[in-house]
């Protein structure tokens, strides 16, 4: 069993035991003649007196004060006691030193019964509190109010002592006898401090061996050296003797064990069990501190490969980039991708992704110099720290991680083949700013990795200040898309889609039908002009702005040709973009349904285009969302088919009704045979399933040719009309309505 905590105890009970009978020896020697054999000269009586009565007042008031001023606002009960008797013992020993021989006195220029009077009350005190406390309970702790009836008391009975001794001296019996010694009253005071004192020693000396307490084993002391004085004062011959010395330096000694054991209880002991009690706790926070070690360790540390997280290597690099500033240093970030990572884990499952990674985590590390730090950021991107760097060191680490993927990793026995992506950022000291964060040096570096991967597999590319223009332009440019749409700024643009029926078209003259439109969004900034959408719309769909910007197109143009319908003007079905984010946002179909509500538009008029990717992506689920969409009655179409990773075997599936033919395909009809080929293949694969062909970007007269012949339903393009603004589109509308009447 583990032992119990306890205040530390330099009083072994052996050394309690040793002192004692050392202490009894010592008085038995002088008692039975050893006092003769001390070389004592009477004379010094005064100065050596007044010594020691100076000492045990001094004690005394120590004891008093430390008591008085303990730790806490209760306080042991033995304290409650000594404490005030300490006082009181102390005031009876300045009576004591002023009324013996040599001394002023304040009773007249000698006063020995005076003096012995109050030696024997201070003593007396001090036998009758060290048993007092010997039978009081140990655990017991009193309030402040009680502590302060005690010293009350304390101060009464030290005012009627000294009104005893000083006014009233008649009323005490004689202690001494000119010639004859000390009297039968005196012998008798002297034989109850002796039995308080031993009965208090013995009784503290036992409690001592049971709780092992320091303050039992100082208040041990004090009873026996307080009785042992007693023997002392009992048999000296005259008050200048060694004897009555002796007894003098008892007396302090047993104060100073008095003093010991108060501030132990008063003071130590509070404060020990404080410390225990902090200890505890510190021993509750070192574990707490582990757990959160652990825990910041699973926050920063990468799971798969133990490497340090993005979150870790901020922090490594904010203090590698402050160490570069300061000495002078290039520091470099690389940041390296694994190109067409996804091939493994679609062939070999997750677990072999795991695998090429690990391999991946090894050769990086074999490369690394000593001060690099390698880490992981997500995926099969890492990053790459290099603290001593240059451009051509910086260079010479890129090339070597490039090199290092050249090498086959096997699979169950299998080979593949991959390459990589390496984007580096430098920090020189003459040209990084020196508040630049190390979140924009890392942006920097996965910036260059884009470029580089549009280069190819297998390329390098640094960090340049276009690159940095770049980002800062997105930057400013996302903040001011945020504020287009609450400004006004955004608007619609329309292009027709045309009707290829036989005798429809300009090459023999017949007027143009037009059975659609559709929506694109323009942005007309005050100072920017006209953004082009291919400079906002990705940014929006990075940003998450793609969803609101798609709800405000659906509103409008549902909006305008609801308005156009109800002023007599029919410009065929309105198609309108869903972008792949708000396709995947549960709800779409109720959110179409509201706008169709609010604007007061046919379902039928409406026509919503998805592009081939998007659907492809989760086809089960994409399944689900078009039928709750064509479910209300609007028409669906895939858009730029073709153009993503066709499977037939789930589109037959989908509830769609119109396929688009990409501009990518429609380009090459005429010159390359097979964007002839693919064309035709649209084209018929749509009628075989009952769905209508239409072609965006048709340019030329022979491109429409090529699309007529070959059954194509609609065309979309320059070639009959750009993208117009909706007054030329009611004006178009208006013109078709004249010619067709």
Known sequence: MRPRSRIPVPLHPRLLAALAALLAACMAWLVLGGAALLPWDPRWYVLVHTALEISSVVVTMLAFSTGWHGIGREVPVRVALLAPAALAIGLFDVGHLMLVRGMPGLNGPEAMAGGIAFSLLSRMVGALALFAAALAPRERMVGRRAHALALLCALVLTAAGFWLVLDAPHLLPQTRVPGRGATAFKAACELAIIVFGAAAALLLAARARRTCLRTDRYLALAATATGLSGFAFLLYGRPDDVLSMAGHVYKLTAYLFLYGAV?????????????????????????????????VEQLTSDALTGLPNRRRILETLDEAALA?????????????????????????GWSGGDEVLRECVARLSRILCGGDTLARQGGNEFIVVQKQSGREAALALGESLLGCMREPFVLGGQQIFLSASVGIALLPPSEADADASSSALLQSAQLAMGGARIDGPGRLRFHTAEMARAIRERVELEALLRHAMTRGQLTLQYQPRISLERGAGRENGGATRMVGIEALVRWRHPTLGLVPPARFIPLAEETGLIEELDMWVLREACTRAAGWRAAGMNPGRVSVNLSARQFQQAGLAQRVRMVLEETGLHPAALELEITEGTVMRDTEEAAEVLRSLKALGVALSIDDFGTGYSSLSYLKRFPIDVLKI???????????????????????????????????????????????????????????????WPEQLEDMMKESFTAAA
Do not use: M, W
Request: with cysteine; proline share 3%.
């Open 263 to 295: 501030h132990v209880a008063a003071v130590q002991a509070p404060f020990l069990r404080l410390l225990r009690s902090e200890r505890s706790l510190r021993a509750s926070e070192k574990k707490f501190r582990s757990l959160e070690r652990a825990l």
């Open 662 to 724: 990409d501009r990518s395909f429609v380009k090459d009809v005429v010159e390359d045979p097979n964007g002839a080929a693919i064309t035709r293949a649209i084209i018929g694969l749509a009628h075989g399933l009952n769905l209508e062909a239409v072609a965006e970007g048709v340019e030329t007269a022979d491109q429409l040719a090529f699309l007529r012949d070959n059954g194509c339903d609609e065309i979309q393009g320059y070639y009959f009309s750009p993208p117009v």
């Open 324 to 348: 570069a500033r300061q000495d002078g240093r290039t520091l470099a970030v690389l940041v390296f991708d694994l190109n067409a990572f996804r091939k493994v884990n679609s062939s070999f």
